[in-house]
Every structure is written in C-alpha cells, then in structure tokens.
C-alpha cells in the first residue's frame, strides 16, 4: 500500500495497535474503532478524556516511548510531523502512513484510505455524514478576509490551506491565497493595510481571544472561530459547516 505522500507502508499483519502523531487523527479512531489506539500526542484533546499513553509532541515526539508502545501502525501528516522522527520509527521496523490533506476533498479520500487500507477498517457512517453536510449549494457573496494563525510574529493562511478551502466555500476569500508560502509572516501594519472585509481569528494554533487578537484591528469585522472545526478533519466536519456559519455571522 502507498500512503498519502506515496510511501509504501505495509503492517505486518492485523492492524490492533496505532499511535497518532496528529491531533486530529484519535478523533477519527475513537469514532471508528477506539480499542486501536494506544497512543498519541499531548496536543490530541478530542474526544475528550482520551485515556492512552501520551508521547510528547507532534515535532518532538518520544520515540523510544512509541517504539515501546509496540504499535502495528503510527499515523502522521506531512506538516504536523518531521520525516527524520518517522525515518527512525520505520528504521525500527515500525509501519508509517502520513496523510496530506490541503482541501476538503482530500480530507475525505485521506481518512477514507488511512481508515479502510491502512487500518484495515470499515467505512465509518459519520464520513458519509461529514461528506453531506458540506453538499449544499455554493455560496454567491463572497468577503474577502486575512486569517492570522499566529501573534509575535503575525502569521496568517497563505495558499494552498484546508483551512482556507473550507473558508472559501463558506463565502469567505483568503487575501493571501496567493502568496508564494503556505504560512506567510506579515506585519500587523500590512494586514490592516491589506482592505479585508473581515479578520477570521481561530483559537488554534494560536488561542485567538476578545481580548487577545479583535482589538488589533478596530476598524474590521472580526470573527473568533473554533480552530478543531477550521483546520482538523475527522467527525467535526459534520458539524463544522454550522459552527463556522454561526461564528462567521
């Protein structure tokens, strides 16, 4: 099998034993099959009161604690992981699938496969849930938005985003879809220069807050948005539209 980045990843039997290194991922599992997971980041907070063994971060993962954990397959992504700790768990005879999802069509073909291929499960409903409930029609009015990410230094969505393929057919057109990186930094003067109809402030990976993040741009309509519904794709995509309408008003 070739995962995501086209890597051939090959458990050695059945699939009874997953670490993830993405803090999206459990979610996924604890709604498909939550006896697979054994392990996961201590960034991974959903579903709430997630009882397995927690092994550092996503870019400083404890290695010898996830070769430890004996698991038949670790699951990453190509931005949240860096390829020389997954290097060192293949090394080990570890099997790795990464994912690599930047629009919301990819999402659902990367957890189909990452769920059915290499975990070996059936199709869960609640992706045929997720897959309807951003069916409806296209939006006609569209805003145009700068969307920070990050404070000191000011970082926003550059191109090329999940997060701003999800925005855009909410209505909401990234003004920095276009910019050579995928993350650019730009200065707090420039963003408020840059003639944006609304400022989109998630709660990750920068907690974004009223009183931390609207007050920097007093002239712009600002929106504080839930950043697990923005940028993670599992069960929450079923409700993400909704969500995302309310907070974007």
Not at 113 to 136: I, V
């Amino acid at each position: 099998m070739l995962d995501d980045l086209g890597t051939p990843c090959t458990p050695h039997g059945a699939v009874r034993r997953v670490v993830s290194l993405v803090p999206s991922l459990p979610e996924s599992l604890a709604e498909t099959a939550p006896h697979l997971l054994v392990g996961a980041t201590g960034w991974c907070t959903h579903p709430a009161g997630l009882a397995v063994r927690r092994i550092g971060g996503t870019k400083n993962p404890d290695l010898a604690a996830i070769i430890a954990l004996e698991p038949d397959l670790v699951l990453a992504n190509e931005e949240e992981n860096r390829l020389a700790d997954l290097e060192t768990l293949r090394a080990a005879g570890i099997p790795v699938w990464v994912t690599r999802i930047r629009t919301l069509e990819e999402s659902f073909t990367s957890l189909r496969r990452a769920l059915t291929l290499a975990c070996g499960l059936p199709e869960p409903p609640w992706l045929a849930a997720a897959q309807r409930a951003w069916s409806a029609p296209s939006v006609t009015e569209v805003r145009r938005a700068v969307i920070p990410i990050w404070r000191k230094p000011w970082m926003v969505l550059g191109r090329d985003t999940f997060a701003g393929d999800l925005l855009l057919r909410l209505g909401v057109r990234n003004l920095y879809a276009g910019h050579p990186e995928r993350y650019p930094k730009v200065a707090l003067p420039d963003l408020l220069a840059a003639g944006a109809d609304l400022v989109v402030l998630p709660d990750e990976p920068y907690r974004f807050t009223a009183e931390d993040g609207t007050g920097f741009f007093p002239e712009t309509p600002t929106a504080l948005v839930s950043g697990r519904h923005l940028t993670w794709y599992g069960p929450s995509l079923a409700e993400a539209p909704d969500v995302l309408r309310a907070a974007l008003g």
